[in-house]
Every structure is written in structure tokens, then in C-alpha cells.
Nanobody, 125 residues
């Protein structure tokens, strides 16, 4: 079983940037596709981004495409989410997730087996 811990969240003004990190332990992150999800108050958890085990195939929600970038560093056992041009509607708790399956689009939270505790991102305007 892998444990995931997110960091890097905080308060930022609209148009600013944040870089989220997801540190894995208990297993090597190279064994997993990694995803980022977010959940705002009163809303369901939604897909943000996914990166395959290869580290070269990525996917993004339409709402963040062109602004967010997912990456991974298997040597450091860490996944990242670079968030640029942040908007107030990006405010949410952001969760890192890991999936052992190499199949599927991995855009659904039901595809993922392991989750971090979440990190708060607040964008002011």
C-alpha cells in the first residue's frame, strides 16, 4: 500500500501560481498512474489531471487545460501539479491519487485506489 501526502497549497491572488507536490511512501510511485482531483465546498470531487506511468501521457479537465501542468519525478517518488493563471473558481481542496491500473482514461475517482489527505488552495480576487 502506498501513502500519499500533498503539500504546496495556500492563498494566492487571481492570476498567480502555485506548485503542488504529492510525496509517496510505502511503495514506488513508478508503479502507479497519478491523478489530481479537487473538491470545493458543496460540490462533488472532480477530475483535474492525470499522468500515466510513463510520465509522458497526460490528460486535463477542460477547465484547467492550458493553465495546469502535471508531472512526475519517479526518482524522488513525487508527483506535481503546476497551477498557473489561477482563478477564484479554482478554490478547492486538492487531492493526489494513485491507480495501479494501466487501463482506462483514469478520469474518474472510482478508478483510484489510494488518496492523500488533501491540501487547500484558495484563490482571491
Amino acid at each position: 500500500q502506498v501513502q500519499l501526502v500533498e503539500s504546496g497549497g495556500g492563498l494566492v491572488q487571481a492570476g498567480g501560481s502555485l506548485r503542488l507536490s504529492c510525496q509517496a511512501s510505502g511503495d514506488t510511485v513508478s508503479n502507479y498512474a497519478m491523478g489530481w482531483f479537487r473538491q470545493a465546498p458543496g460540490k462533488e470531487r472532480e477530475f483535474v489531471s492525470r499522468i500515466k506511468r510513463s510520465g509522458t501521457i497526460t490528460s486535463y479537465a477542460d477547465s484547467v487545460k492550458g493553465r495546469f501542468t502535471i508531472s512526475r519525478d519517479n526518482a524522488k517518488n513525487t508527483a506535481y501539479l503546476q497551477m498557473n493563471s489561477l482563478k477564484p473558481e479554482d478554490t478547492a481542496v486538492y487531492y493526489c491519487a494513485a491507480d495501479t491500473s494501466a487501463l482506462g482514461s483514469q478520469r474518474s475517482p472510482f478508478e483510484y485506489e489510494y488518496w492523500g489527505q488533501g491540501t487547500q488552495v484558495t484563490v482571491s480576487s
